[in-house]
Structures are given as structure tokens and as C-alpha cells.
């Protein structure tokens, strides 16, 4: 969770906090990447073998991208429920299907980052321990701001530049 520490910590302490019943299941919302297909038939398998394994274990599961609500209904029935104390984090850009899969109230809501907090996250990385150069904090700015508060572009381009300063020295 690039940039995210508030997210971060609140994350931990909802996983950590004691919960009797069902595994938690946190979704977060979030903007997408790309996810994985399998074969019908291997599915079945996957689901069946997954339950065995996890069955009188604890887990945390991450079930990434998660698109559509009839998916998380055909995902869930793999998670043995009765092993307290295991979770599921699961991300999806539909707020639907976080509603639908959410423990209540654990929903975790991912918005882009204000200018601030962007302004910030690359000044630690472009610059981290180091005095920010005067020169660097108009175009700096202006830099993140190009960046929509996506935190990994920003962590990406701040990143790049902290190299490209390193090898101009």
C-alpha cells in the first residue's frame, strides 16, 4: 500500500482485532490491474483441493481484482467456515461486490491521493533523507500533480528521478 499508512495501519488492526465467527473478509476498492483465468474443470479441482488444504488451519487469503459478485459467490464456497481467526482481503473496483463479500463495516474505501498527501509521498521517495533542493519544489509539485493522486505512478516517477539525480552526481 504505496503511500497509504493510515490505510496500512488501520488494515493490520482490522485483521488483528479479535473476531469470533466466520473468517473476516475485508475488500478493498481500488483501481484495477490484471487478473488470471483458469479452466472450467481445473476450477472445481482448485476449489476442492484449496478447502482441504485450509480446513482447521488459519489463513489470510488475497483474492486480488475481484469484478463481479456471482464470482466472489463461487470463490467464497472454497474458505472453510469455521476457522476463526483466518481473513480474506479482497480488492475489486465494484463497490458492489465489496458490499456483497464485507464483514460489516471492515470495507476499506481506496480514493486517489489528495495533493498534499501526493506532494508528500514524493518528496520521501525522490528525495528521502536529503534537504529538498528549492529549485525542485514548484516543478516538483507540479510533477506529482501530473500524477492524479495514483500513488504507485507517483512512488514510479518519484523513483525515477531520485535515480536520475543519482546518476548526474
Same mark, same amino acid.
Given at each position: 500500500? @504505496?503511500? =497509504?499508512?493510515?490505510? =496500512?495501519?488501520?488494515?493490520?488492526?482490522?485483521?488483528? =482485532?479479535?473476531?469470533?465467527?466466520?473468517?473476516?473478509?475485508?475488500?478493498? /476498492?481500488?483501481?484495477? $490491474?490484471? $487478473?488470471?483465468? %483458469?479452466?472450467?474443470?481445473?476450477?472445481?479441482? &482448485?476449489?476442492?483441493? &484449496?478447502?482441504?488444504?485450509?480446513? $482447521?488451519?488459519?489463513?489470510?487469503? /488475497?483474492?486480488?481484482?475481484? #469484478?463481479?459478485?456471482?464470482? #466472489?459467490?463461487? /470463490?467464497?464456497?472454497?474458505?472453510?467456515?469455521?476457522?476463526?481467526?483466518?481473513?480474506?482481503?479482497?480488492?475489486?473496483?465494484?463497490?458492489? /461486490?465489496?458490499?456483497?463479500?464485507?464483514?460489516?463495516? &471492515?470495507?476499506?474505501?481506496?480514493?486517489?491521493?489528495?495533493?498534499?498527501? !501526493? #506532494?508528500?509521498?514524493?518528496? !520521501? @521517495?525522490?528525495?528521502?533523507?536529503?534537504?529538498?533542493?528549492?529549485? %525542485?519544489?514548484?516543478? $516538483?509539485?507540479?510533477?506529482?500533480?501530473?500524477?492524479?493522486?495514483?500513488?504507485?505512478?507517483?512512488? @514510479?516517477?518519484?523513483?525515477?528521478?531520485?535515480?536520475? =539525480?543519482?546518476?548526474?552526481?
Amino acid at each position: 500500500m @504505496v503511500g =497509504r499508512d493510515d490505510q =496500512r495501519k488501520r488494515l493490520v488492526q482490522d485483521l488483528t =482485532r479479535s473476531y469470533s465467527g466466520e473468517p473476516k473478509i475485508i475488500p478493498i /476498492v481500488r483501481m484495477g $490491474g490484471i $487478473g488470471d483465468t %483458469f479452466d472450467k474443470n481445473d476450477e472445481a479441482e &482448485l476449489a476442492n483441493m &484449496l478447502q482441504k488444504s485450509l480446513k $482447521g488451519k488459519r489463513y489470510l487469503i /488475497v483474492l486480488d481484482d475481484m #469484478w463481479k459478485s456471482e464470482a #466472489w459467490d463461487a /470463490v467464497r464456497l472454497c474458505f472453510p467456515s469455521e476457522n476463526k481467526g483466518s481473513g480474506i482481503l479482497l480488492t475489486t473496483r465494484n463497490t458492489d /461486490v465489496a458490499h456483497d463479500a464485507g464483514t460489516k463495516n &471492515l470495507s476499506l474505501q481506496m480514493d486517489l491521493m489528495c495533493p498534499d498527501e !501526493s #506532494w508528500n509521498l514524493f518528496k !520521501s @521517495v525522490a528525495f528521502a533523507n536529503e534537504a529538498l533542493p528549492s529549485e %525542485f519544489e514548484t516543478i $516538483g509539485k507540479q510533477i506529482a500533480d501530473e500524477c492524479h493522486g495514483l500513488p504507485l505512478t507517483i512512488a @514510479v516517477v518519484a523513483g525515477l528521478l531520485k535515480s536520475k =539525480r543519482a546518476i548526474e552526481n
